[in-house]
């Protein structure tokens, strides 16, 4: 390309965050806590007993998983042959295969046996994008999803990997207020008036005690000790900048405020969600004979695998970085053996960490969870 003019224009276009959770059925094997998350905000879905019919969003649904529970909730009082369109939204690279195999599945329990006319839906688009017409979505729901931003942020100058981290915090605290503000505006166009939005987010509590510390803590040991062995390089760990964000109270408040003639806020509370593999572990170790070494891995392995989950895109999209420029059908291609191969060293080293520096550390992760009311 000869025109710098183009070269420039071509810089300063945001490349979209193109997240997906790892495939091939793996996200709905390993959303443990998500499912747990979803749970606290089924008291406040809407009793809609006196619909006959009924439009239904549920934005970044992913593999479907944990659709079900509050869909199903929501569908219970409705009365019997009432009509539901149930739309699921994801980005376009998700494993939307999955998702059909899960709609699928739950066939019986969407329907209520039958008693329910479902007509299930899949749209592959950004949910900071219109996704459905204006006024025709009665409810929408968005489940452990509104912390990913809507593009990469630009890279930041620093050298300093703690001074990276924190001037990345800034950025995306930033980015994360425009884009919220954006998605509620949109969905403010989506859902009619006196609809719902509903969402659990996770957030940063405002206790400061740390997300995932320990799941956190073993995957950045596992990945300096890939770099001290040569499996990965220093600057491929700096480039790992994962384009999230986790808000605070006060930073949702300042969205609210800024959509105030659209949205009316309902319910707005934060909560602390355990991994449930803590409890469980806590149940298994009281049995007779067991063997606590055992239980402290299998319990590394959920967590890692748990975490592994969302981070493996980001990992296998910056080591394809660091090999220089890509195009699109580059960086979207699936991943080659050998990138498998690095993702799987990865979570064996952080299982390993977590069994030695954090042995049985509880992973647990806070969420702000609200209701809006369209005006
Ligand atoms: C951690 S998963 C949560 C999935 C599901 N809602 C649950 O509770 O288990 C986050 C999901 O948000 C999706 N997502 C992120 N950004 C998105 C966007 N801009 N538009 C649609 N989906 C998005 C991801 O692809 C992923 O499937």
Known sequence: MEDPSEQAAIAATPVENEVVMRGNGSYNKNSAIQHIAVMPALEFIPNLSNRKELTLVDYGCSQGANSIIPIKHLLSPLPTHSTIHLI??????????????????????????????????????????QIAPDNSIDIGFAWSCLNYLEFLLPPLPSTDLQELVKQRAVRSAKAAHVDLVKLLRLRAREIKSGGVF???????SSSGVPNVAPAAAALMAATLEMVHAGRISQAQVMGLDMPVHERSMEEMERVFAEVEEVWGKEVCFEKMIQHPAVAELEVKKKAEGVDLEEL???????????AMSPL????????????????????FAPMTA??????????????????????????????????????
């Open 88 to 129: 699921f939204n994801d980005r376009p690279l998700n494993d939307f295969s999955t998702l059909s195999k899960t709609i699928k599945r739950n066939e019986a329990t969407l329907s209520r046996n039958g008693e329910l006319q479902i007509y299930p839906s899949i749209v592959p688009v950004s949910f900071f994008h």
């Open 338 to 375: 050998e990138e498998e191969g690095l993702v799987d060293e990865l979570a064996e080293r952080a299982k390993r960490a977590f069994v030695r520096d954090q042995k049985d550390g509880i992973v647990e992760q806070c969420y702000i969870y609200f209701k809006l009311v369209r005006k």
């Open 296 to 306: 402290s891995k299998e319990y590394a392995s959920t967590v890692v695998d748990w």
């Open 198 to 204: 509903m969402s659990a987010i996770p957030a940063r």
């Open 312 to 331: 493996t895109w980001f990992f296998v999209k910056t080591l394809r970085a660091g090999d220089g420029e890509m195009d699109e059908e580059e960086m």
